[in-house]
C-alpha cells in the first residue's frame, strides 16, 4: 500500500489550503496507524531560524522493533526531523512523543536518559578523546553500566576494542562511524537515530553498515535510518518514508516505495529501474 | 583551525591596543610620587630605620619627608621630571651608614603617573657579586614560579575559551579580585566604610577568598555568559562584552582598592632561605609547592574523572555532548567555577609575589593570553605548557635584555613558535577534510 500526499505528478510544495484539504487523509492514516506506537511525531513544525521553517508539518511514527527509513533529496529536512525530535531544534509546534509521554522541547540530555540515541550526520565523535573515552561519554549518565555496554559494542565492531586507547580525531570515516554508532548504543536506547550512517564508505562498509543496523535492530532496538543509499536502504527496512520539503511525501513498506513508479521517478532515479 | 589561531590572535592583540589605551588613562589620574624604604641589613635581617630624613627636590619641589616604622617615605611631586633626592647623612640613627657615603644624592627621572622607587643601601655590603649561572639559575627559580602563577590563571582562560569559545579579556580582572579580596579579607579593612575586623589568619583568608571566587565565577555564567550564549550572541560580541566588563571592574577596584600598593601582612619582609644559588622567601616556595599540587589535581581531573572527560568532549563537540547525555551547561558552570577560583588563587599568589594593586591582573593578561596562544588554543595542558614557557622567558631573559622589554620579548617568542607551530605547542593540527 502506497500512500500519496499532493497532486498526483509531484509530492506537493506546501502552501495554502490545499495542502491542508490533502493532508487530510494522510492524517487519518497516520493517526490510526500510530496509535500507540514507540515514538511519534505529529504534525511537526521546526526551523533553525525563527520565522523561516524547514519542517511544515511533518508526521511520523515507529513502534516497537521496527527499521524505518527516511529517505528524500537534498535539504528535504531529513536531518532537521531527527535534530527536531532530538530536542536539538526548537520545535515550534506540534508534538513529539515516546511511549505516549509527552518529549516535545525536552532537551537531548534528557532523552538519552529514556532511551534515545542519535548518531548526527557529521562531526560525530570527539576527535580529542580516545575511543575508549568516546565510548564512555555514551553511558555519562550511567558509568555503571561501562562494562557490560563496552562488551556489548566491541562485540558487535571488533576493530574498537583493539584501538581502544587511539584518539577518535586520528581515525578514517568508517571508523569513525562505528565510535559514533558505538557511542549511541552504549547507553542501550530503545529508539536510535540514525542519519546517514553510510555517507561516505566504501560500498563493502556500506553492506557493513547496512548489515549492523539489521543486526542491532534484531536485537531489539527500533531503528530510524536517513539514507542517500535510498535503494539499500529501502530493502533492509521494514517501512519507510519519503520526505520532501519539509513534509512526508509517501510513506509504505520498504518493498513498496522501492517499486512504487513515482517514488523511483522522482527520488531513486532511472539507474533504479534497471 | 590555522585560521581561527589567527583570527583570534589578530582581533585579540587590537583589543589589546584599546584597552591599554584606555588604561593608560586611569594611571594619570593619580599623580608622581617618589618614595622609598630605609632599611638596615644587619646580621642578614633588614631593620627598618625610622626618623631618617630625606628631602626632594625638583621643579616646584622642595620637600623633605620623614621615614616611618617600617622605614617608609613618600614625597607626592605631583608631576614628571627629574628630581634630586638626598638623605641626610646626620639623621640616621647610631651605628647605621650609607653603604657608600658618597652616594647621598641621586637624580631621578619620574614619567607620568608613576611611583618611583628609590633605595638608599645602609649597612656593610652583604651582596656576592654573583656569576651569571648563579644569576641565571636565580632567575630560572623566580620564572618558575611566575610560570606556575601564569598556568593557574591561564587554564581557567582556556577552559572557558574552550567550552564556550569566548576570549574572556575580563579574566585577568578575576586574578585581581583573588588578590585584593584576600587582602580585605585578611586585614579586615572592607571597603565602601564596610564595619572592619581585627582580620584573620591568612590561610583562611585565602580559603573565604576562594569560596567567594566560586561564587563570582557561578554569577559570570548564571547572570552574564549562559543568558548571552542561550541568546546565540555571536564570539566576537561576547568578546567585546568582555572587554566592556574588564574595563569595568578594574575602574571599580580602583574605586574600592585605591591606586595605591600594598602587601599582605602576613608576608611582608619574609626572609630568604637559600637553596644552592637560589633565594626565595618560604612563601615564595610554599606558592610553587600549591601551584604545582593545584595544576596536577586539575589535569588529573582531566584527564581521569567523569567530569573532567565531559569538560574535554563539551570543548571538542558541544552539541554531540549534548546528544551524549552530558549536561553542557552544567558542564560550563562548573568550568566558570573553577575557573574563577584557579584565577583567584593565582591571584592571592602573584599577591605574595609582587604585592598587589588594582591591575595585577591585568598587567599578565597578555602574558596569559600568549600562553594559552602558545600552548594551543583549548587545550588545557597546552596552556599549563604555554604558561611555564612565557613565566620563565619573561624572567629569564631579563639577565640579556632590558627588564621594561621583557613582555614584548614574550610576544617575540609567541610570533616565533606560531610561525613554526600554527597550532601552538600542544595543540594538534586540525585533521584535513
Ligand atoms: N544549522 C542550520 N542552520 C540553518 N539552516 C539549516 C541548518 N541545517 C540545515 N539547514 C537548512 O535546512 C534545510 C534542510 O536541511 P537538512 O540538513 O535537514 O536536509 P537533509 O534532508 O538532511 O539533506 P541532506 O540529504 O543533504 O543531508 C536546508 O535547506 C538547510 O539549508
Ligand atoms: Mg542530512
Same mark, same amino acid.
Given at each position: 500500500?502506497?500512500?500519496?500526499?499532493?497532486?498526483?505528478?509531484?509530492?506537493?510544495?506546501?502552501?495554502?489550503?490545499?495542502?491542508?484539504?490533502?493532508?487530510?487523509?494522510?492524517?487519518?492514516?497516520?493517526?490510526?496507524?500510530?496509535?500507540?506506537? !514507540? %515514538?511519534? $511525531?505529529?504534525?511537526?513544525?521546526?526551523?533553525?531560524?525563527? #520565522?523561516?521553517?524547514? +519542517?511544515? &508539518?511533518? =508526521?511520523?511514527?515507529?513502534?516497537?522493533?521496527?527499521?524505518?527509513?527516511?529517505?528524500?533529496?537534498?535539504?528535504?529536512?531529513?536531518?532537521? !526531523? %531527527?535534530? $527536531?525530535?532530538?530536542?536539538?531544534?526548537?520545535?515550534?509546534? #506540534?508534538?513529539?512523543? +515516546?511511549? &505516549?509521554? =509527552?518529549?516535545?522541547?525536552?532537551?537531548?540530555?534528557?532523552?538519552?536518559?529514556?532511551?534515545?540515541?542519535?548518531?548526527?550526520?557529521?562531526?560525530?565523535?570527539?576527535?580529542?578523546?580516545?575511543?575508549?573515552?568516546?565510548?564512555?561519554?555514551?553511558?555519562?549518565?550511567?558509568?555503571?553500566?561501562?562494562?557490560?555496554?563496552?562488551?556489548?559494542?566491541?562485540?558487535?565492531?571488533?576493530?574498537?576494542?583493539?584501538?581502544?586507547?587511539?584518539?577518535?580525531?586520528?581515525?578514517?570515516?568508517?571508523?569513525?562511524?562505528?565510535?559514533?554508532?558505538?557511542?549511541?548504543?552504549?547507553?542501550?536506547?530503545?529508539?536510535?537515530?540514525?542519519?546517514?550512517?553510510?555517507?561516505?564508505?566504501?560500498?563493502?562498509?556500506?553492506?557493513?553498515?547496512?548489515?549492523?543496523?539489521?543486526?542491532?535492530?534484531?536485537?531489539?532496538?527500533?531503528?530510524?535510518?536517513?539514507?542517500?543509499?535510498?535503494?539499500?536502504?529501502?530493502?533492509?527496512?521494514?517501512?519507510?518514508?519519503?520526505?520532501?520539503?519539509?513534509?512526508?511525501?509517501?510513506?509504505?513498506?520498504?518493498?513498496?516505495?522501492?517499486?512504487?513508479?513515482?517514488?523511483?521517478?522522482?527520488?531513486?532515479?532511472?539507474?533504479?529501474?534497471? | 583551525?590555522?585560521?581561527?589561531?589567527?583570527?583570534?590572535?589578530?582581533?585579540?592583540?587590537?583589543?589589546?591596543?584599546?584597552?591599554?589605551?584606555?588604561?593608560?588613562?586611569?594611571?594619570?589620574?593619580?599623580?608622581?610620587?617618589?618614595?622609598?624604604?630605609?632599611?638596615?641589613?644587619?646580621?642578614?635581617?633588614?631593620?627598618?630605620?625610622?626618623?631618617?630624613?630625606?628631602?626632594?627636590?625638583?621643579?616646584?619641589?622642595?620637600?623633605?619627608?620623614?621615614?616611618?616604622?617600617?622605614?617608609?617615605?613618600?614625597?607626592?611631586?605631583?608631576?614628571?621630571?627629574?628630581?634630586?633626592?638626598?638623605?641626610?647623612?646626620?639623621?640616621?640613627?647610631?651605628?647605621?651608614?650609607?653603604?657608600?657615603?658618597?652616594?647621598?644624592?641621586?637624580?631621578?627621572?619620574?614619567?607620568?603617573?608613576?611611583?618611583?622607587?628609590?633605595?638608599?643601601?645602609?649597612?656593610?655590603?652583604?651582596?656576592?657579586?654573583?656569576?651569571?649561572?648563579?644569576?641565571?639559575?636565580?632567575?630560572?627559580?623566580?620564572?618558575?614560579?611566575?610560570?606556575?602563577?601564569?598556568?593557574?590563571?591561564?587554564?581557567?582562560?582556556?577552559?572557558?575559551?574552550?567550552?564556550?569559545?569566548?576570549?574572556?579579556?575580563?579574566?585577568?580582572?578575576?586574578?585581581?579580585?583573588?588578590?585584593?579580596?584576600?587582602?580585605?579579607?585578611?586585614?579586615?579593612?572592607?571597603?565602601?566604610?564596610?564595619?572592619?575586623?581585627?582580620?584573620?589568619?591568612?590561610?583562611?583568608?585565602?580559603?573565604?577568598?576562594?569560596?567567594?571566587?566560586?561564587?563570582?565565577?557561578?554569577?559570570?555564567?548564571?547572570?552574564?555568559?549562559?543568558?548571552?550564549?542561550?541568546?546565540?550572541?555571536?564570539?566576537?560580541?561576547?568578546?567585546?562584552?568582555?572587554?566592556?566588563?574588564?574595563?569595568?571592574?578594574?575602574?571599580?577596584?580602583?574605586?574600592?582598592?585605591?591606586?595605591?600598593?600594598?602587601?599582605?601582612?602576613?608576608?611582608?619582609?619574609?626572609?630568604?632561605?637559600?637553596?644552592?644559588?637560589?633565594?626565595?622567601?618560604?612563601?615564595?616556595?610554599?606558592?610553587?609547592?600549591?601551584?604545582?599540587?593545584?595544576?596536577?589535581?586539575?589535569?588529573?581531573?582531566?584527564?581521569?574523572?567523569?567530569?573532567?572527560?565531559?569538560?574535554?568532549?563539551?570543548?571538542?563537540?558541544?552539541?554531540?555532548?549534548?546528544?551524549?547525555?552530558?549536561?553542557?551547561?552544567?558542564?560550563?558552570?562548573?568550568?566558570?567555577?573553577?575557573?574563577?577560583?584557579?584565577?583567584?588563587?593565582?591571584?592571592?599568589?602573584?599577591?605574595?609575589?609582587?604585592?598587589?594593586?588594582?591591575?595585577?591582573?591585568?598587567?599578565?593578561?597578555?602574558?596569559?593570553?600568549?600562553?594559552?596562544?602558545?600552548?594551543?588554543?583549548?587545550?588545557?595542558?597546552?596552556?599549563?605548557?604555554?604558561?611555564?614557557?612565557?613565566?620563565?622567558?619573561?624572567?629569564?631573559?631579563?639577565?640579556?635584555?632590558?627588564?621594561?622589554?621583557?613582555?614584548?620579548?614574550?610576544?617575540?617568542?609567541?610570533?616565533?613558535?606560531?610561525?613554526?607551530?600554527?597550532?601552538?605547542?600542544?595543540?594538534?593540527?586540525?585533521?584535513?577534510?
Amino acid at each position: 500500500m502506497t500512500t500519496q500526499q499532493g497532486s498526483d505528478d509531484r509530492p506537493r510544495t506546501d502552501s495554502g489550503t490545499e495542502a491542508g484539504a490533502d493532508s487530510g487523509t494522510d492524517r487519518g492514516v497516520h493517526e490510526r496507524a500510530a496509535g500507540n506506537a !514507540l %515514538l511519534r $511525531a505529529d504534525e511537526v513544525i521546526a526551523g533553525y531560524v525563527p #520565522g523561516v521553517n524547514i +519542517l511544515n &508539518g511533518c =508526521d511520523f511514527y515507529v513502534d516497537d522493533g521496527e527499521l524505518v527509513g527516511i529517505i528524500g533529496p537534498n535539504g528535504a529536512g531529513k536531518s532537521t !526531523l %531527527l535534530k $527536531a525530535i532530538f530536542g536539538l531544534i526548537k520545535v515550534s509546534s #506540534g508534538t513529539i512523543t +515516546l511511549r &505516549g509521554e =509527552d518529549i516535545t522541547g525536552q532537551k537531548a540530555n534528557q532523552l538519552v536518559t529514556k532511551g534515545v540515541g542519535f548518531v548526527p550526520q557529521t562531526n560525530n565523535v570527539f576527535p580529542s578523546l580516545t575511543i575508549e573515552e568516546n565510548l564512555q561519554m555514551g553511558v555519562f549518565q550511567a558509568p555503571k553500566k561501562f562494562k557490560q555496554s563496552f562488551e556489548f559494542v566491541t562485540g558487535l565492531f571488533p576493530a574498537l576494542g583493539d584501538r581502544r586507547a587511539q584518539r577518535a580525531g586520528s581515525l578514517s570515516g568508517g571508523e569513525r562511524q562505528m565510535v559514533a554508532m558505538g557511542r549511541a548504543l552504549m547507553m542501550e536506547p530503545s529508539v536510535l537515530l540514525l542519519d546517514e550512517p553510510s555517507a561516505g564508505l566504501s560500498p563493502a562498509l556500506q553492506d557493513e553498515v547496512f548489515v549492523r543496523t539489521r543486526q542491532i535492530n534484531r536485537a531489539g532496538v527500533s531503528v530510524i535510518m536517513v539514507e542517500q543509499n535510498a535503494r539499500r536502504c529501502l530493502q533492509i527496512c521494514d517501512r519507510g518514508y519519503v520526505l520532501d520539503q519539509g513534509r512526508n511525501a509517501y510513506t509504505a513498506s520498504g518493498k513498496d516505495l522501492s517499486n512504487d513508479p513515482k517514488v523511483i521517478e522522482l527520488y531513486l532515479g532511472t539507474l533504479a529501474k534497471a | 583551525m590555522r585560521r581561527r589561531v589567527a583570527v583570534a590572535l589578530a582581533t585579540m592583540m587590537s583589543a589589546l591596543v584599546c584597552v591599554l589605551g584606555l588604561g593608560a588613562g586611569v594611571a594619570h589620574a593619580e599623580g608622581e610620587s617618589i618614595f622609598g624604604f630605609l632599611r638596615n641589613a644587619k646580621g642578614g635581617d633588614l631593620v627598618p630605620v625610622e626618623g631618617a630624613k630625606i628631602t626632594v627636590k625638583g621643579p616646584g619641589v622642595n620637600e623633605t619627608a620623614t621615614t616611618d616604622d617600617t622605614g617608609r617615605w613618600t614625597v607626592e611631586v605631583g608631576k614628571p621630571g627629574t628630581y634630586t633626592v638626598t638623605i641626610d647623612q646626620k639623621s640616621l640613627p647610631k651605628g647605621v651608614t650609607l653603604r657608600n657615603p658618597d652616594a647621598d644624592s641621586l637624580k631621578v627621572p619620574v614619567v607620568e603617573s608613576q611611583d618611583k622607587p628609590v633605595l638608599f643601601a645602609l649597612g656593610k655590603s652583604t651582596r656576592v657579586i654573583q656569576s651569571k649561572w648563579a644569576q641565571a639559575a636565580q632567575l630560572s627559580a623566580e620564572g618558575l614560579r611566575f610560570g606556575l602563577i601564569i598556568a593557574l590563571a591561564a587554564v581557567g582562560l582556556s577552559l572557558i575559551f574552550g567550552t564556550t569559545g569566548l576570549t574572556n579579556f575580563s579574566h585577568g580582572e578575576l586574578v585581581t579580585l583573588g588578590a585584593i579580596i584576600a587582602w580585605w579579607v585578611s586585614t579586615g579593612n572592607l571597603p565602601l566604610s564596610l564595619p572592619g575586623y581585627g582580620g584573620v589568619n591568612f590561610l583562611v583568608a585565602a580559603a573565604i577568598t576562594l569560596a567567594i571566587m566560586g561564587l563570582i565565577g557561578w554569577a559570570n555564567d548564571a547572570r552574564l555568559w549562559g543568558p548571552l550564549r542561550r541568546r546565540g550572541t555571536g564570539l566576537i560580541a561576547a568578546m567585546i562584552v568582555s572587554i566592556g566588563l574588564s574595563l569595568l571592574l578594574r575602574y571599580l577596584l580602583l574605586y574600592l582598592f585605591s591606586g595605591s600598593s600594598r602587601a599582605y601582612p602576613a608576608y611582608r619582609g619574609q626572609k630568604g632561605v637559600d637553596i644552592g644559588p637560589i633565594t626565595l622567601s618560604p612563601a615564595d616556595y610554599i606558592s610553587m609547592a600549591i601551584a604545582i599540587v593545584v595544576l596536577m589535581a586539575v589535569a588529573y581531573a582531566l584527564l581521569r574523572t567523569r567530569l573532567g572527560k565531559a569538560t574535554r568532549a563539551v570543548s571538542d563537540n558541544p552539541a554531540l555532548a549534548s546528544a551524549s547525555g552530558i549536561d553542557v551547561d552544567g558542564v560550563i558552570r562548573t568550568v566558570w567555577i573553577a575557573g574563577s577560583m584557579l584565577a583567584g588563587l593565582a591571584g592571592i599568589l602573584l599577591g605574595i609575589a609582587q604585592g598587589i594593586n588594582f591591575q595585577i591582573g591585568f598587567q599578565i593578561l597578555l602574558l596569559m593570553f600568549a600562553a594559552v596562544t602558545l600552548g594551543g588554543l583549548g587545550t588545557a595542558f597546552g596552556a599549563l605548557v604555554g604558561s611555564i614557557v612565557v613565566g620563565m622567558f619573561v624572567t629569564v631573559s631579563t639577565l640579556v635584555i632590558p627588564a621594561e622589554l621583557k613582555n614584548v620579548g614574550a610576544l617575540g617568542i609567541l610570533i616565533i613558535i606560531l610561525l613554526v607551530r600554527p597550532q601552538g605547542i600542544l595543540g594538534r593540527a586540525e585533521r584535513v577534510g
